[in-house]
């Protein structure tokens, strides 16, 4: 048996995975769990592992009080939107036999700091996100436009931050005791 590829994707591998998320509609390929475990470490320097056991490490720049160490959470919020979007594209396009020679997803946008900090009342988040594609195929523009229109609705983290989804935020707080040692 042949292995069809694709960009580097197996199609047979893709197809077996979409045929196993339909058979089992609440297993754990159609609705996976995905979690992270965020551990301050000191001043804005964080450590995450994530679901599959990889570690990132989080700070801010020395301009606003990090010591510039590791990925902003705004950095790693537009890294999540290009990530989906370029396994949703190659994906997708991989499946319509469309040949990607190159991708490259810039995604960026503006964070209001003067709420963040208190100074406004306003929203601290990003007021909008940009995305610009730059994509080479084998194929023409107008086909691969029309395909990426139709997978940008499929691509779970852009969804995600579309439309509002609900945060469930539960606060366990333990104070510590200080006990005086006697000499």
């Known amino acids: 048996m042949t292995m069809k590829c694709v960009n ?46 990889q570690e990132v490490i989080g700070d801010e720049p020395v301009r606003y ?22 396994a949703t594209y190659i994906g997708g396009l991989s499946a319509a036999g469309v040949v990607v020679k190159s991708l490259r997803l810039n995604v ?33 523009s107008d086909k691969v436009k029309g395909i990426l229109d139709r997978l940008l609705k499929t691509a779970p983290i852009p969804d995600t931050i579309i439309r509002p989804v609900p945060l469930d935020v539960e606060i366990s707080c333990k104070q510590t005791e200080l006990v005086a040692e006697l000499s």
């Open 8 to 53: 580097g994707i197996d199609l047979d591998r893709l197809r077996a995975t979409q045929d196993l998320i339909q058979a089992d509609a609440d297993g754990f390929l159609a609705n996976p769990q995905y979690e992270s475990t965020i551990v301050w470490d000191n001043a804005y320097h964080t450590k995450t592992r994530v679901t599959d056991g």
């Open 65 to 86: 009080g990090g010591d510039g160490d590791g990925i902003t959470p705004e950095d790693m919020l537009l890294t999540a939107v290009g990530n989906c979007l370029a």
């Open 108 to 140: 960026s946008g503006r964070v209001n700091f003067r709420a963040a900090y208190g100074l406004e009342a306003a929203n601290p988040g990003f007021e909008s996100i940009r995305i610009a594609v730059d994509i080479q195929t084998d194929s023409s």
